[in-house]
């Protein structure tokens, strides 16, 4: 398959998150990228992504929002990172430029950085250059985002994400799309970006946000909005679930999916659902993400894989390996 990667992922480089106050190292790591693409470049065809564009950011984006990461990160040395430390619920957002943050945010783990706006350009640059791929009937993609994408909602950052990479890529095609999404967090920007329309179905299965990130989405009850109500369906399982369990709620998914008739099908990859990987809930091993992948890959639509989360170094390129090995 076509995997797309750009090395401008690297400009993106944070070294700490506030969890719970304190600063912790910050788990997504340049490696992750690196990693990844090391273990599918003998294998797969690697190409750079086409250039990106306000216009199709603001296919998702509000304007302001975008302005303001760019305003954000070109404040910043490349270096430094830049927290919310306040987060009002004004309908406008601040004038104060520091205290304009916590507008366009809502946690403490997702600082900007002086490279964060460029690479998080790059990594939705990939996911667009991957989904015209598969739309324009070219096969199926991978596209290797960093940071990753599905926290990121119409106008907020969060969980180290600042565009929603599988979002742009739904907003490539007019035709009907499918989102699953298999990180153990919930894809709460996704689901907001696309909550009142039929046009894509959403669907997540996750860690229960009564205890995971990101605690406030990822409930059942959300089902849609408007034309969208019955088009988001969200399963959250226990923390401590097994790799039976996921996969028997991952093909409950596939039947609503099959149902649905999507002409395309996004995949939302995160694989911090490995036991072994505790930035995120579920006790899940390889063997569970290479059935996933092929019960994913056997549905037989045209495919584009966004990479998510992911965050167990060791076992963090293998998983994804695994995964994407589903597809002939
Ligand atoms: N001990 C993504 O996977 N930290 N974001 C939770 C739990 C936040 C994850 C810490 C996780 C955000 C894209
Ligand atoms: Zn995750």
Redesign the pocket.
């Known amino acids: 398959m076509l995997v797309v990667y750009s090395e401008r992922h690297l400009l993106h480089s944070p070294t700490k998150e506030l969890?719970g106050g304190r600063p912790r190292p910050h788990p997504d790591v340049p490696d992750r990228a690196e990693l990844i693409l090391r273990e599918l470049q003998d294998c797969h065809s690697v190409v750079s992504p086409g250039k990106m564009t306000r216009a199709i950011l603001h296919g998702v984006h509000s304007a302001a929002y975008v302005d303001h990461v760019e305003a954000c990160s070109s404040a910043l040395s490349r270096t430094s990172e830049a927290f919310p430390f306040a987060f009002p619920r004004a309908g406008s957002a601040p004038a104060n430029p520091v205290a304009r943050r916590g507008f366009y945010s809502y946690d403490t783990?997702t600082p900007v950085t002086g490279g964060t706006f460029s690479a998080a350009l790059s990594a939705a640059a990939c996911a667009v250059s991957g989904a015209r791929h598969v739309f324009g009937g070219r096969g199926t993609a991978y596209c290797l985002c960093r940071p990753?994408g599905?926290?990121a909602t119409e106008s907020t950052m969060g969980?180290?994400?600042y565009f929603n990479n599988a979002a742009l890529a739904a907003a490539q095609t007019e035709g009907r799309v499918a989102i699953i999404d298999v990180?153990s967090?919930h894809g709460n920007g996704t689901q907001e970006i696309f909550y009142d329309t039929d046009r894509v179905l959403c669907c997540s299965l996750h860690g229960h946000p009564r205890s995971a990130?990101p605690y406030a989405w990822g409930f059942r009850g959300e089902r849609g909005m408007g034309n969208g109500v019955g088009y988001n369906i969200n399963v959250p399982l226990p923390g401590e679930s097994r790799g039976g369990k996921w996969i028997r709620a991952l093909r409950g998914l596939l039947v609503h999916i099959s149902k649905f008739e999507p002409d395309y099908l996004i995949v939302s990859l995160?694989v911090?659902g490995l036991a072994e990987d505790?930035?995120?809930p579920l006790i899940l091993e390889l063997e569970d993400y290479a059935r996933a992948g092929k019960a994913i890959a056997e549905l037989g639509y045209p495919t584009c894989i966004v990479q998510?989360?992911g965050y167990f170094l060791p076992l963090l390129a293998t998983c994804t390996s695994a995964f994407l090995s589903g597809w002939p």
Do not use: A, K, L
Request: net charge negative; hydrophobic share 15%; with cysteine.
């Open positions: 969890w783990v990753p599905h926290h969980g180290y994400c990180d967090h990130f995160g911090d505790r930035n995120g998510e989360g």
